[in-house]
């Protein structure tokens, strides 16, 4: 500070005095420290089990970046310090600005090795640390108690509308969005076979209801739901034909606001076409990104991508900028209401419930089909992703309102499993009948949330008394064409599509396990054992393990990441526990781009 020029501290007799404030400053955090490891022992039951001795490190790597600032806060000139922010020299700003540019990143995806991989919502904590650092170290606010007298972080503030007071009529229902992933297919055409029945007993005047089996009984969907307006979307079909995953590229990786505005659509040919099942835009048209080339030079699947949005969007305003926002410019008001895909994996992932954070509405759909699954079937969990802002999901799903994925295996690439199938059309129905009995519950309070008694949200406050659902969190994605973040592994070199890395046995059919430091994760070509080195945390649970899927480089090549959390279903925000000084326990995590 002194050799800087600091006016505070340019008489030399008031560095000792600095110097013993910051001595102090970290003999108290280690102090701390060690009162709390020898305390804990006196804590509550309850509270111990949460905290163990696999997550004490990020106790203590609290307490020691702690030091690491109050040292830096004593030795840097105050001028270092403006609104609470600390100065970037103009020579990295323009680095960091070129890096962006160029790969168009955000500033917060730049430096991955050294960024919490599960923060909640899947963003860079420097913002919100720097904002609370201008106020002052202002302590995050915390929610209601949960979990066994723990703390939360306050989701962000409410809307003013409910999402449980607005009926949902529109749902989508898709299947074939990876082409050899039959069983959506299967679904849907089942559903269009209902549709049938049930207008023939329209038109015939019969009783008589045609549809999926249960208990030996019929069941058609448009009967037992009839305030859904149910209808069903052939997503890619041609890579169905094919029976590929898809013809040029990922249909699920398409929908992201930069690649959907390169394809302008011929609507006077979509007019006569059936988007439902065909393919129709014309490869003619000249893309609107410079009028220069044709979507003929785009892959098919992302023009696909664009018909499929705006018969089910539109996702954005045509008059939205395609430039990164920090507010969400995604479509409050699209044609349609929910969005179900359809997937199967070649992993053991039982019934998984993919949606995204922040969407109450979802979070208690999933709450529900998870109740009524359960009481069948014993893998039944949900996997959120951090993305609670519409446009920055990649996914066909985002396209409608609201968007439920609904992810079942084991099973093959391109065979059709009766109990698969069962399965899928279980969660389904599951997801109908809630959508459906809230209909009837606002139908009947006149459409107002004044706090009328609900039946359906009843039913999961008896389920989850305390608000919480157990999940899974996945890893935010660092790597294009990835829903979420994985352990990747290299590729051969004659062959983008072949791992250079086999997956360890002792892993396989093993979805949702936790891994850990030492383990055994993948094989090499002369039989060595690559083990887990903990570049993603102690601990986490990997998902989608060796899915084909994941063999391609347009999907994302490695192993799904995750790990165990919880979401309030009221409001669809994870629950993240903080400490006294408002820090967030949450495993810190680091990205490690390949196991080269």
Known sequence: ARLSGDADCTDQRDLPAKAKAGVVMVMVVMMSSHCYSSCRHYWPRAVRRRINDNNMHVHRSHMRRTAALSLIATALPSYAFIGGNMMISPAHAASSASVSSTFGLQNDALHPIARPLFARGGQSSMGSNAASMARGGERSSTARNMSGGSKHSKAPPASAVSPFSRPVKKVVVVGGTHGNEYTGVWCIKAIEKQREYHQNNINNNNNNSVGDKINGESVNIFEKFPSLDIDTLMANPLAFMANRRFVDVDLNREFSKEKLVRVELDEERMEECDVNNEFCSDSDIEDEMGGE?????????????????????????????????????????????????????????????????????????????????????????????????????????????????????????????????????????????????????LENSDGADNGAAS??????????????????????????????????????????????LMVHKSLQDRDFHPLRVGDPLFVELDGTVVPYDG?????????????????????????????????????????????DEGGTEEVVLEEKDSYE
Not at 564 to 579: A, H, I, N, P, Y
Request: aromatic share 8%.
């Open 293 to 441: 080339g044709s979507n003929a030079d785009l892959p098919h699947e992302a023009v696909r991508a664009r018909e499929i949005e705006s018969l089910l969007g539109p996702k954005f305003h045509t008059s939205t900028s395609s430039k990164a926002s920090t507010e969400d410019t995604s479509n409050p008001d699209p044609a349609t209401d929910v969005v179900v895909d359809l997937h199967t994996t070649t992993a053991n992932m039982g019934i998984s419930l993919i949606i995204p954070e922040g969407d109450p509405l979802m979070a208690a759909c999933a709450a529900y089909v998870m109740q009524r699954c359960g009481e069948k079937y014993d893998k039944v969990q949900c996997l959120m992703h951090a993305l609670p802002k519409r446009q920055d999901r990649m996914n066909l799903s985002s396209c409608g309102r609201h968007g439920f994925t609904i992810e079942v295996g084991p099973t093959p690439q391109g065979v059709i499993r009766h109990d698969v199938v069962e399965k899928t059309e279980a969660a389904m129905r599951a997801l109908m009948e809630f959508l459906h009995l809230r209909n009837l519950e």
């Open 535 to 579: 570049s993603h945390g102690e601990e986490v649970h990997l998902i989608f393990v060796n899915e084909g899927g994941y063999y391609y480089e347009s999907s994302g090549t490695g192993v799904g990441v995750a790990v165990r959390s919880q979401f309030d279903w009221q409001t669809g925000w994870f629950l993240v526990e903080t400490d």
């Open 455 to 500: 039946s359906v949200l009843d039913r999961l406050k008896e389920t989850y008394p305390d608000g919480v659902v157990p999940c899974y969190r996945s890893a935010p994605a660092v790597r294009p064409g990835e829903m979420s973040g994985k352990i990747s592994w290299p590729n051969d070199e004659g062959n983008p599509n072949f791992p250079a």
